[in-house]
């Protein structure tokens, strides 16, 4: 017979071990491009499968422009959330979802002022161009 304590010792340290993100891999990899009078570009690497990436974004138009590498997490199986701090302690934080089919990515940022100036940003669809 099992021992009450014993059951109840397995079941709180299973519920104390968190979750590992199960992130898009390797699908997300690749270089994701806007073209025309208002180009971005964002290149995404994967460091660790399937939740730790590397990108590089940038962004530009007539009179602006700028650009910046951070560091990623999955958040979700389709959704990586990127930072970086400014020099000043401000936080970056640039999101990337994916289509179904990885074969476009929708960028929005928050707070990414000091990466690109006043009169442009690293939001919109992006189609991969590449892997």
């Known amino acids: ?71 990623g997490r999955a958040l979700t199986t389709s959704e990586i959330l990127f930072t970086k701090k400014d020099e000043g302690g401000g936080l970056c934080r640039i999101t990337v979802k994916f289509s179904p089919d990885f074969k476009s990515a929708k960028v929005s940022e928050d707070g990414c002022l000091y990466w690109h100036g006043a009169s442009c940003d690293f939001e919109g669809t992006l189609k991969r161009t590449s892997k």
Do not use: H
């Open 1 to 71: 017979m099992r021992s009450p304590l014993l059951l109840s010792a397995i079941l709180t340290s299973a519920m104390v071990i968190p979750a590992i993100a199960a992130g898009p891999g390797y699908r997300a990899e690749g270089t994701y491009e806007r073209k025309g009078a208002y180009s971005q570009s964002a290149k995404i690497i994967v460091i660790d499968a399937p939740d730790q990436f590397a990108a590089s974004f940038s962004t530009g138009i007539s009179g602006c422009g700028g650009g910046v590498g951070m560091n």
